[in-house]
């Protein structure tokens, strides 16, 4: 249970109060494109959400809020605030960068696509899978006519058990990267149709149309 305190008056006759705040969003354009968080393209446009103190004016019989400073202030993709505003309480949340807090800039983050790290861990698996054949196969060609059945029959088991295991390990990361890149396939496409409606809307056209699903103008033959 939280205590209750009542507002009380700034310098300038302002109400305020530790609880009182005003949070906003807005659209924001970046080039070459901002870097976010949890997402592997660079975002021409974003949505940025801020949080605020704030203070309130009684005047002319109406009451005006006014920001004070400024508590937070996140960037999302198109994507990432379509998820954000569909997903009431599910999960941990929905990534987002973080560009001011604490009354200042946070630093930008370096551009890091998470797909580049995907193919590295699917290249080294490979190579790893690949070298324990290579060393069973050496350990096989480097026995000699006086090696027993047994050394043999153990020298095939263990290039059987390293060529069940390349199977398995290509396997899972060829299904994790396929995974990776339809996600960033699909962020993409919903930042593209995002901004479609934007351009649509700004164009006049009505509400919920977007660029992507006006029919083509058909074409004119020439005499």
């Given at each position: 249970?939280?205590?209750?305190?009542?507002?009380?008056?700034?310098?300038?006759?302002?109400?305020?109060?530790?609880?009182?705040?005003?949070?906003?969003?807005?659209?924001?354009?970046?080039?070459?494109?901002?870097?976010?968080?949890?997402?592997?393209?660079?975002?021409?446009?974003?949505?940025?959400?801020?949080?605020?103190?704030?203070?309130?004016?009684?005047?002319?019989?109406?009451?005006?809020?006014?920001?004070?400073?400024?508590?937070?202030?996140?960037?999302?993709?198109?994507?990432?605030?379509?998820?954000?505003?569909?997903?009431?309480?599910?999960?941990?949340?929905?990534?987002?960068?973080?560009?001011?807090r604490d009354g200042k800039n946070v630093p930008d983050l370096e551009y890091?696509?998470?797909?580049?790290?995907?193919?590295?861990?699917?290249?080294?698996?490979?190579?790893?899978?690949?070298?324990?054949?290579?060393?069973?196969?050496?350990?096989?060609?480097?026995?000699d006519s006086k090696a027993t059945a047994k050394e043999k029959r153990e020298?095939?088991?263990?290039?059987?058990?390293?060529?069940?295991?390349?199977?398995?390990?290509?396997?899972?990361?060829?299904?994790?990267?396929?995974?990776?890149?339809?996600?960033?396939?699909?962020?993409?496409?919903?930042?593209?149709?995002?901004?479609?409606?934007?351009?649509?809307?700004?164009?006049?056209?009505?509400?919920?149309?977007?660029?992507?699903?006006?029919?083509?103008?058909?074409?004119?033959?020439?005499?």
């Amino acid at each position: 249970m939280r205590d209750t305190q009542p507002a009380t008056r700034n310098e300038r006759g302002d109400e305020t109060h530790p609880a009182f705040g005003l949070i906003g969003v807005t659209r924001r354009s970046s080039t070459p494109g901002a870097v976010l968080f949890d997402s592997d393209m660079r975002h021409q446009h974003s949505v940025v959400v801020s949080l605020s103190t704030a203070t309130r004016k009684r005047d002319l019989n109406h009451d005006w809020i006014h920001p004070e400073e400024t508590v937070v202030e996140v960037q999302v993709s198109e994507a990432q605030w379509a998820s954000f505003v569909s997903s009431m309480g599910m999960g941990n949340g929905v990534p987002c960068t973080v560009i001011h807090r604490d009354g200042k800039n946070v630093p930008d983050l370096e551009y890091d696509p998470r797909l580049a790290h995907s193919m590295a861990e699917v290249k080294e698996a490979a190579a790893r899978t690949f070298g324990e054949i290579d060393a069973a196969m050496a350990a096989y060609d480097a026995l000699d006519s006086k090696a027993t059945a047994k050394e043999k029959r153990e020298a095939v088991d263990r290039i059987r058990d390293a060529t069940r295991h390349a199977q398995a390990n290509i396997r899972y990361a060829s299904e994790t990267l396929t995974k990776h890149a339809e996600n960033v396939v699909q962020r993409s496409r919903a930042d593209i149709e995002a901004m479609s409606m934007q351009a649509a809307q700004a164009l006049g056209l009505p509400t919920g149309t977007h660029l992507l699903s006006l029919p083509e103008t058909p074409a004119v033959e020439e005499d």
